[in-house]
């Protein structure tokens, strides 16, 4: 069992050479591909992020995780509380009582509509499920999809949230994620008063994420100019979604009693903590530390997990190539969507074939050393895809290896 209760005294991550020297020792039985979860990692993301959240609670971002096992050790950290789940599916999944020893989580946020009509059924004939369980909306097409599966006389009341848009719409047009169309107050409003005459739905909660604040690095190593404008625009994203999100959930409290309002992102976890209108702050990516996170001058996570591939060729002198190495980051495509290889340093992808589906040759003078059966360590850009390229992750602890937890892959559960 995950025990994250105290965070490490000692941060060996912070010397790169021992640190995935160290990895290289405790997992050296093991035949790559595999994962890795460094406990002490984990213990010291998880409490920084509480440091960071000042107090508010920390909503888990489930989708950044995608093990259970350390979403059930995360959340009995005091300061932790409810779920951000990202389908219907697996938010049943997560709240259902599946034994004694694993009961159910009693306050799971879905935190994007859905159409999964199965699981919309289920969710409607369980008292239970239907009481931890919220879903989200953004359309009066959504209730009546929801109304179509199973009408209101014949389900359990559905808990529903609403999600306000929170991109910026600045000088240069729409800076953000296209989510939500409801982007002011008066629209939040309008859909509030229409779920409240509906019959079958309980609006509970409200939700926005500022995806071009929290998942936007305001540091991008080499970019100076452009760290200077992202700086620009997140100063006044901030100053325009204070004023606009408290207006919303004002105006939307007037209508119904809301248990939660929820922002953020492992990013803003300080700019939602001081925004008074929300109530809880999404947050999961930190946990991990993905090496998106790198370009941030607020917080630098240590890198929780990795994984390692194994040298198998030697094409020429300074080129060693690894078996697989295709883990390719949702988003934009670009070299920051890339596994970025960390040990041994220096060592950059061929021009032609980059992280590929079956090899990936490495160039640089560190690959002259490297021979077949050696390892090469990596970062994935994001923290939960990590998890749907493994079945389960070796635990590091303080002295090697002490376990394996399975991801959500290796317990047969693919939900996207």
Same mark, same amino acid.
């Given at each position: 069992?995950?025990?994250?209760?105290?965070?490490?005294?000692?941060?060996?991550?912070?010397?790169?050479?021992?640190?995935?020297?160290?990895?290289?020792?405790?997992?050296? !039985?093991?035949?790559?591909?595999?994962?890795?979860?460094?406990?002490?990692?984990?213990?010291? +993301?998880?409490?920084?992020?509480?440091?960071?959240?000042?107090?508010?609670?920390?909503?888990?971002?489930?989708?950044?995780?995608?093990?259970?096992?350390?979403?059930?050790?995360?959340?009995?950290?005091?300061?932790?509380?409810?779920?951000?789940?990202?389908?219907?599916?697996?938010?049943?999944?997560?709240?259902?009582?599946?034994?004694?020893?694993? $009961?159910?989580?009693?306050?799971?946020?879905?935190?994007? $509509?859905?159409?999964?009509?199965?699981?919309?059924?289920?969710?409607?004939?369980?008292?239970?499920?239907?009481?931890?369980?919220?879903?989200?909306?953004?359309?009066?097409?959504?209730?009546?999809?929801?109304?179509?599966?199973?009408?209101?006389?014949?389900?359990?009341?559905?808990?529903?949230?609403?999600?306000?848009?929170?991109?910026?719409?600045? $000088?240069?047009?729409?800076?953000? &994620?296209?989510?939500?169309?409801?982007?002011?107050?008066?629209?939040?409003?309008?859909?509030?008063?229409?779920?409240?005459?509906?019959?079958?739905?309980?609006?509970?909660?409200?939700?926005?994420?500022?995806?071009?604040?929290?998942?936007?690095?305001?540091?991008?190593?080499?970019?100076?100019?452009?760290?200077?404008?992202?700086?620009?625009?997140?100063?006044?994203? @901030?100053?325009?979604?204070?004023?606009?999100?408290?207006?919303?959930?004002?105006?939307?409290?007037?209508?119904?009693?809301?248990?939660?309002?929820?922002?953020?992102?492992?990013?803003?976890?300080?700019?939602?903590?001081?925004?008074?209108?929300?109530?809880?702050?999404?947050?999961?990516?930190?946990?991990?530390?993905?090496?998106?996170?790198?370009?941030?001058?607020?917080?630098?996570?240590?890198?929780?997990?990795?994984?390692?591939?194994?040298?198998?060729?030697?094409?020429?002198?300074?080129?060693?190539?690894?078996?697989?190495?295709?883990?390719?980051?949702?988003?934009?495509?670009?070299?920051?969507?890339?596994?970025?290889?960390?040990?041994?340093?220096?060592?950059?992808?061929?021009?032609?074939?980059?992280?590929?589906?079956?090899?990936?040759?490495?160039?640089?003078?560190?690959?002259?050393?490297?021979? $077949?059966?050696?390892?090469?360590?990596?970062?994935?850009? @994001?923290?939960? !895809?990590?998890?749907?390229?493994? +079945? !389960?992750?070796?635990?590091?602890?303080?002295?090697? &290896?002490?376990?394996?937890?399975?991801?959500?892959?290796?317990?047969?559960?693919?939900?996207?």
């Amino acid at each position: 069992m995950i025990d994250l209760s105290l965070p490490p005294v000692a941060q060996p991550w912070v010397s790169a050479a021992g640190y995935w020297q160290s990895m290289t020792d405790a997992t050296r !039985e093991l035949d790559p591909p595999y994962g890795v979860i460094h406990l002490g990692a984990l213990a010291h +993301n998880a409490h920084d992020m509480l440091r960071r959240a000042g107090g508010k609670p920390i909503r888990l971002a489930s989708k950044s995780v995608r093990v259970r096992e350390v979403l059930d050790a995360v959340l009995a950290l005091p300061g932790y509380a409810g779920v951000l789940a990202y389908t219907l599916s697996e938010a049943l999944w997560l709240a259902a009582d599946a034994s004694p020893d694993r $009961p159910g989580i009693a306050d799971v946020v879905v935190g994007y $509509p859905t159409a999964e009509r199965a699981a919309i059924r289920r969710l409607a004939a369980s008292p239970e499920l239907a009481a931890r369980v919220t879903l989200m909306v953004d359309s009066v097409a959504q209730l009546d999809l929801v109304d179509a599966v199973v009408p209101p006389g014949a389900r359990e009341t559905v808990r529903v949230a609403i999600e306000l848009d929170a991109s910026w719409n600045g $000088p240069a047009g729409h800076i953000g &994620v296209w989510r939500s169309p409801v982007h002011t107050a008066a629209a939040a409003r309008s859909l509030a008063e229409h779920i409240a005459r509906r019959p079958g739905f309980a609006l509970v909660g409200m939700m926005s994420y500022e995806a071009q604040i929290a998942g936007q690095g305001d540091d991008p190593a080499g970019r100076a100019a452009f760290a200077q404008t992202v700086r620009w625009m997140q100063r006044r994203s @901030k100053a325009e979604l204070l004023e606009r999100r408290a207006a919303a959930v004002a105006s939307v409290r007037e209508v119904a009693q809301l248990e939660f309002v929820n922002g953020g992102g492992t990013g803003s976890l300080e700019f939602t903590s001081a925004d008074p209108s929300c109530t809880d702050i999404a947050a999961g990516s930190g946990l991990f530390g993905g090496h998106l996170f790198d370009n941030y001058r607020g917080f630098t996570p240590a890198p929780a997990t990795a994984f390692a591939l194994s040298v198998v060729r030697r094409p020429k002198r300074d080129t060693a190539t690894v078996l697989g190495g295709g883990w390719i980051a949702s988003g934009p495509p670009g070299n920051d969507r890339m596994p970025r290889p960390v040990w041994p340093e220096h060592l950059e992808f061929a021009a032609r074939e980059m992280a590929g589906e079956v090899q990936t040759p490495l160039s640089g003078a560190a690959a002259e050393a490297l021979r $077949p059966g050696d390892r090469v360590w990596f970062r994935h850009t @994001k923290s939960g !895809e990590l998890s749907e390229h493994v +079945n !389960e992750f070796a635990l590091v602890g303080e002295h090697g &290896v002490v376990g394996t937890t399975p991801t959500y892959r290796g317990e047969g559960k693919a939900f996207l």
